[in-house]
């Protein structure tokens, strides 16, 4: 079967590398891919987003099975366009993809079918948002409703910090349509953990649970960015918290959705945090999250084609799916700047090459001739396999070690206290 991968990322190098050891793979295409990906398949120059050349690579191919990797991409309803063309697709169609996309939608379902989030209101209007929160006395987060690529969530501690925050979003419109409506939540407290699952429409199966580090520098400092680390499994969801999860959380929102007539094949993303009260859902995201599917598709064992065919089929319930019992972790290194503005074509030296238990994943990173240059915000994640999550972190920090571009930023603390 030829594969087509959407996206351009660290996650679509993870997710071409874990489909590359698929015995039923023939040929894997990747629009647009990194100077990663071209190592496991042919890519295809474009613009992820544009639904009608993903069609056409589809069609022109002979695609068996397209994935789309990035948010924009499926809110735009690229998964809608691909089945009607008659070609199929692993990813929700757009109404089922603003879970992620629209953060009031997400709430409003939320709040109708008792799934447990945090206390929110929605705002369009700055002096509405402004008096609201001058009375609130407990910190709060203000989000944007819209996609922001990791930019739209502010933890305020002060509510001097949140009407600032709304204000950079609504009035001065810093992260465009994005920010034309915002959500301001309380904020929860307690350690946050990412679990993903796969669904065919009705069933679902999870991966393991992982751990996600957004902030910039050690000890959780800094802005929020796409992701800066994760390991895999996380230590905070046990059997138990497992089974909350799911009868509390994941099968709540699936029937949700059923209910309301929303298809949903692809991944759903439960970001949550774990409180003294229980798990309460922090975001919905409707793709496979970045960096953790990088750690988490490095201990799947079984073949991860057959598992995205058996959701595109509805056939969940008899997928065989393995996992090398070892802990994973993936260390991001990120151009000097990131988040913010950043140099890009600086030469990269000293990427080895992977091996069993280490891999390194392109994110930002393009071919200038023969040279590997950055091209990106994060430009590569290093995932290494260990006896302990210690012995992980140790293999990684070796690899990252190795490797050199002018401004590289990284944190240093990861998977240290779990």
Not at 10 to 18: F, T, V
């Amino acid at each position: 079967m030829n594969v087509l991968v959407i996206g351009a990322g660290g996650r679509e190098h993870a997710l071409c590398r874990a489909l590359a050891r698929s015995r039923e793979l023939g040929q894997l295409f990747i629009l647009p891919g990194n100077a990663g990906t071209a190592r496991l398949g042919t890519n295809v120059p474009g613009d992820p987003c544009n639904i009608a050349l993903a069609v056409e690579v589809a069609r022109r191919e002979s695609i068996g099975l397209t994935v789309i990797g990035p948010e924009e991409p499926l809110a735009l309803g690229m998964a809608d366009a691909l089945e009607k063309a008659g070609l199929r697709v692993f990813g929700p169609h757009a109404s089922a993809a603003r879970l992620e996309a629209d953060k009031v939608f997400a709430k409003q379902l939320m709040r109708q079918y008792a799934v447990p989030t945090a206390e929110a209101r929605t705002f369009k209007d700055f002096r509405l948002a402004h008096q609201y929160i001058e009375t609130r006395d407990e910190p709060v987060v203000v989000k944007a409703a819209g996609l922001a690529k990791g930019k739209g969530v502010i933890v305020c501690n002060d509510p001097s910090d949140a009407i600032l925050a709304a204000e950079d979003m609504l009035v001065k419109r810093k992260l465009g349509s994005a920010g034309a409506t915002i959500v301001v939540e309380e904020r929860l407290l307690g350690r946050e953990a990412s679990l993903l699952a796969v669904v065919d429409g009705h069933t679902s199966y999870l991966l393991e649970p992982a751990q996600d580090h957004k902030r910039l520098r050690d000890g959780d400092e800094g802005p929020n960015t796409g992701g800066m680390g994760a390991f895999c499994p996380s230590p905070l969801i046990d059997a138990e918290t497992l089974g909350q999860i799911e009868t509390q959380i994941l099968v709540p929102t699936l029937d949700a959705l059923v209910h309301e007539n929303i298809p949903y094949r692809g991944v759903l993303y439960l970001g949550l945090i774990m409180t003294t009260a229980g798990p309460r859902v922090l975001e919905f995201n409707c793709r496979f999250g970045d960096p953790e599917t990088q750690a988490i598709l490095m201990r799947l064992r079984s073949d991860f084609l057959d598992l995205l065919n058996a959701a595109v089929d509805g056939g969940l319930e008899d997928a065989e799916v393995a996992w090398d019992p070892r802990p994973a972790l993936c260390v991001v290194m990120a151009s000097g700047g990131y988040p913010d503005k950043y140099e890009t074509g600086l030469p990269i030296a000293g990427v080895p090459e992977d091996s069993d238990d280490v891999v390194v994943d392109h994110a930002g990173t393009r071919y200038e001739g023969d040279q590997v240059v950055t091209a990106g915000g994060r430009v590569l994640g290093v995932t290494a396999l260990g006896e302990t999550l210690a012995d992980a972190r140790r293999r990684a920090y070796d690899v990252v070690s190795q490797i050199h571009f002018e401004g590289a930023q990284y944190r240093t603390d990861l998977g240290a206290a779990t």
